[in-house]
């Protein structure tokens, strides 16, 4: 499967966006799926999950409240809508996905998720 993320921009803070990634193939509705976020300087860090159905969803603490994980899979789109932005998150964001239903145990692991999209860019200003 392919990912394309779109969506990023320039927001102030306490600003909202929405991202999305846009799924191709037949197997998208499958997959547990992810957003992933790089800060200049840092290292990639685990966001949101959410499983194949969308029964069940993840977040890291710092967004947790301000930011919701969904899934549409009758238009394989992955979403993220982000309220309440700061300027902390300002990033690159990754959407992510994996087949093998890692969610449960290997949500936050870069390294268990074998599609990723190319990134969209979310800058928040003070």
């Known amino acids: 499967v392919q990912l394309q993320a779109s969506g990023g921009g320039l927001v102030q803070a306490g600003g909202s966006l929405r991202l999305s990634c846009a799924g191709s193939?037949?197997?998208?509705?499958?997959?547990?799926m992810a957003w992933f976020r790089q800060a200049a300087g840092k290292e990639r860090e685990f966001v949101a999950a959410?499983?194949?159905?969308?029964?069940?969803?993840y977040y890291v603490d710092s967004v947790k409240g301000r930011f919701t994980i969904s899934k549409d899979n009758a238009k394989n789109t992955l979403y993220l809508q982000m309220n309440s932005l700061k300027p902390e998150d300002t990033a690159i964001y990754y959407c992510?996905?994996?087949?093998?239903?890692?969610?449960?145990?290997?949500?936050?692991?870069?390294?268990?998720?074998?599609?990723w999209g190319q990134g969209t860019l979310v800058t928040v200003s003070s």
């Open positions: 193939g037949r197997t998208f509705s499958t997959y547990d």
């Open positions: 959410i499983r194949w159905n969308g029964a069940d969803k």
């Open positions: 992510a996905g994996n087949r093998n239903r890692i969610i449960t145990s290997r949500r936050s692991e870069i390294l268990a998720y074998e599609y």
